[in-house]
């Protein structure tokens, strides 16, 4: 930029020609970035606006339009008779060296930071790929089952729709006709006795197990939770700042004596009867009833995350522990991610009657319901049968993939892996040799593009027998040999041999 | 229920053979329900199934289907040779008489949630109904502008897409070409100067606030906020656990001035410069620079809400504190809920190059991003050029409106509302008399169907001068003053003359 009598000529300032963004706009932004980086200091005079029109090549109303913004935000100023100056407060503010743009302040990050945030964000999950669909990451689920073109006919039905029921703020408790759809599926299909004003819609289970942290505890109470857990809830306790006390497994579930004998009374439990996130053990009734029964004595609440219940393999569905609760102590949490698909981002609670408005407040702080079309789209699917069809067909296609899964595993990973059938869910667990490091292998694996999850990572303090979680939904069971051979070639690489 | 010797008959099982619910099904819920309070004590013999049959009218495999899976599940028992019985584990469990079904255990719901719980529940937002159209709602947006054929058109676009990229868990930082979008789009709306990599998408301006809240403070720690200010914020900071301090607002916007001469040094700050929520105030270019600098010296973060910034009807639209800042202590967050619509539920954040993946994580942990199929569709919404085009006729509309109530409440209302041209937003501030308790009259007017918000409720200890917040975005200006004018008569009714 070189300084003239006649003020500066802006000969720095680049005009690209073949950009959607306007010429005036080009010129502001460039002189708002040299005033602010300090190459043209406070007090500048700038040429006239005839001088800068054939500097620049452009038409005067576009000088004059650039200007005018600029000194409408106080970074120009306009003085009568005698042109344009920058505003003399960019004299003092960064006379300075020109200050490194954007540098890079990890190490200032994380010393303001909160406590808890830091520990989330070495939690951080692994980078997602959209190509990662033939791995075994056991959350994916087979969305290549999903009948996209009744789904497209129902957006359609909707999407057109412009009162303020389907696009403004909508039902803070959940649209309404997807709350009675929830309440038949669910005393249909589970007997859980629940009418449509105990149910509440929530973004994802994750929301839900956010808003009732928020709602049930503060900073420094117990959570109960089964140990190996679910660990995204782990995740939104230690947020909320509880403390979590483990609860072993045994094959009867959660085992609630072993916890009692050694925690004190926590006010809140989490657990996954339907099927023990991450082992697969369905809880029995009898030790059901004895959690119910703790509930009541000690006024805790339980948290039922009614988990993979609709993709049951062999075995009884058992039923629910609200269903099974008189005394009002549980809250059931179901989502429709694995049954339609993740990205619809529709879960839901149901609740002891005196705890739906409160929940409602603690979800509309933490972020309000999901997309009413997306609630109006679901709604239709459930009701017009649809959703039904897809679980009956799923749950054959899964348990077909899991068959082939076994039997790859048995003919190519024998005796490295050993895995069995599982009743319910989208995973099976290959248990290792006792010498294996699980979180080391998976991440050796993860390395070579091979997604497990380790059984490792559901401890609250590690320990337990070295497994792998191998997910087995998303792929189909033609190519299922093909990727435990890969499996074989990343573990050969790493160097282990059986 | 009568009891014979040959077992028990099950004559209050009543079957609806119009139901969809299969014959087996209806006979294991009642069953079931019948055990679990007691009518059916544990040990209790059933008849046989060639009597049932008889007895219900039904076909034997469907009690045999019962049968069995209420055996399955240890309501009933199997004896070889000797029928089916109650299982003894309930003769004890629920022996005594039958429990309340379901009570109102309200003071119980109080005594055991949490005291942060408490505290939201009481502010709890005032019921929803559809029919809400015609109120002075402030948030409401005047959805009956938006262009739902092309939305529709653009769902349609991607409504079939089955791959794992669209029906998954998605990109954890958001769908990549909307962050492209968005960072174009902020460029050249506001130019921010930010890149793709520094957006990160939620679902909606609330739950960023909650991830941000999650990521910079522990409990205890200090959120300075305006005052009045931003409510949904603040809940979501106070449910943080946070001291929220107040910032008062003169003519320049938040006076960091006045703030930092009473209170300590805060780790968080919230800001809305655009206009200021609520009372409408831009912020100018000296004070944001002030803030900026006390950022940077103190090493504090400033949420920078950019709260109705597209919807100004005068003076200059002013550069961002985030493009403003070069020491990268502003986090920039907006939302498409006001100029999209609110059910859409999408809002972004833009940070510092350093802050991108522990807010991502934060966002993991207290619920995910949004729909992708939306995400995709607002990718579209804005790359085609509709974003533009809705944004300059929805400007164009509210001012229309905003004039129209003005000038209605000029007629209708004065002395007893004042209210002035605002410069952005959707409301109006109509100033009462000073002897006028806002809050009282807000909720005075709500119980006639008016809906409005007391200025009151933004202070953080209430005081100031008393006025409502008026929405005119969402009527249409042929039928403000007939709007003004139900106001009126309510407000006659509750008594008030001028």
Redesign the interface.
């Known amino acids: 930029m070189v300084k003239e009598t006649g003020g500066r000529l802006l000969g720095d300032v680049l005009l690209d020609r073949s950009s959607?963004?306007p010429l005036h706009?080009q010129i502001?932004?460039q002189i708002?970035?040299h005033v602010?980086?300090g190459q043209l200091p406070g007090g500048a005079r700038l040429s006239s606006t005839r001088t800068l029109t054939a500097e620049l090549g452009v038409s005067r109303i576009t000088i004059v339009n650039a200007f005018e913004?600029l000194c409408?935000?106080?970074?120009l100023r306009s003085r009568a008779g005698d042109g344009t100056y920058v505003g003399e407060?960019w004299r003092s503010?960064?006379a300075a060296e020109p200050?490194p743009?954007?540098?890079?302040?990890?190490a200032?990050?994380s010393?303001?930071?909160?406590?808890?945030?830091?520990e989330?964000?070495s939690?951080?999950?692994a980078s997602?790929n959209?190509d990662?669909?033939e791995s075994f990451v056991p959350?994916?689920?087979g969305?290549?089952a999903?009948p996209?073109?009744t789904?497209?006919r129902l957006?359609?039905r909707h999407?057109?729709?412009?009162?303020?029921?389907?696009?403004?703020?909508?039902?803070?408790f959940g649209h309404r006709p997807l709350r009675e759809a929830i309440a038949d599926y669910l005393n249909?299909a589970r007997?859980i006795?629940a009418t449509a004003d105990q149910v509440v819609i929530?973004?994802?289970a994750?929301?839900a197990f956010?808003a009732l942290a928020?709602?049930?505890?503060?900073?420094g109470?117990e959570v109960w939770m089964e140990d190996p857990g679910h660990i995204?809830a782990r995740?939104?306790f230690l947020?909320n700042?509880c403390t979590v006390r483990g609860i072993p497994i045994d094959d009867d579930g959660a085992d609630l004596a072993a916890g009692a004998a050694v925690h004190k009374s926590g006010?809140l439990m989490f657990i996954t009867p339907s099927r023990q996130h991450p082992l697969g053990v369905t809880m029995?009734?009898?030790r059901r009833?004895e959690w119910i029964?703790w509930a009541n004595e000690n006024?805790?609440?339980i948290i039922e995350d009614d988990c993979d219940s609709e993709l049951r393999y062999r075995?009884?569905l058992?039923?629910t522990l609200f269903g099974?609760d008189?005394?009002?102590h549980v809250i059931h949490v179901g989502t429709f991610?694995k049954i339609m698909?993740?990205?619809?981002?529709i879960g839901y609670a149901v609740l002891?009657?005196?705890?739906v408005?409160?929940f409602?407040?603690?979800v509309?702080?933490?972020?309000?319901t999901?997309?009413?079309?997306?609630q109006a789209v679901a709604t239709d699917f459930i009701r017009d049968g649809h959703l039904h069809t897809h679980i009956r067909r799923t749950r054959r296609l899964y348990l077909a993939r899991q068959d082939a899964l076994l039997a790859a595993l048995r003919d190519q990973l024998h005796p490295f892996i050993k895995a069995e059938l599982v009743d319910a869910g989208m995973h099976v667990i290959g248990w290792l040799p006792e010498n294996i490091d699980d979180q080391l292998l998976a991440a050796q694996l993860a390395d070579r593009c091979i997604y497990t999850y380790a059984l490792g990572d559901y401890y609250l303090k590690g320990g337990g027998r070295p497994a792998l979680l191998i997910g087995f939904a998303?792929t189909a069971e033609e190519r299922l040999p093909q990727a435990v051979s890969h499996m074989v070639r990343a573990l050969h690489h790493i160097g282990h041999r059986w």
């Open positions: 959607d963004v706009r502001y932004l708002r970035t602010l980086n913004e409408a935000e106080g970074f407060e503010q960064f200050a743009v954007r540098p890079v302040l990890s200032r990050a010393a303001t930071t909160s406590a808890r945030g830091s989330l964000t939690h951080a999950p997602w959209p990662d669909a959350s994916q689920v969305v290549d999903f996209v073109r789904w497209k957006l359609a999407g057109e729709r412009r009162d303020v029921d389907m696009l403004g703020y909508g039902d803070p249909d007997g006795g929530c973004s994802g994750q929301q956010n928020l709602l049930m505890v503060d900073s109470d995204a995740l939104a947020a700042g006010r029995s009734l009898a009833m029964k006024n805790s609440w075995g009884p058992m039923p099974l008189r005394s009002q991610s698909f993740p990205s619809l981002r002891p009657t005196d705890l408005e409160p409602k407040a603690a509309q702080v933490i972020g309000r999901p997309s009413t079309l997306l998303a």
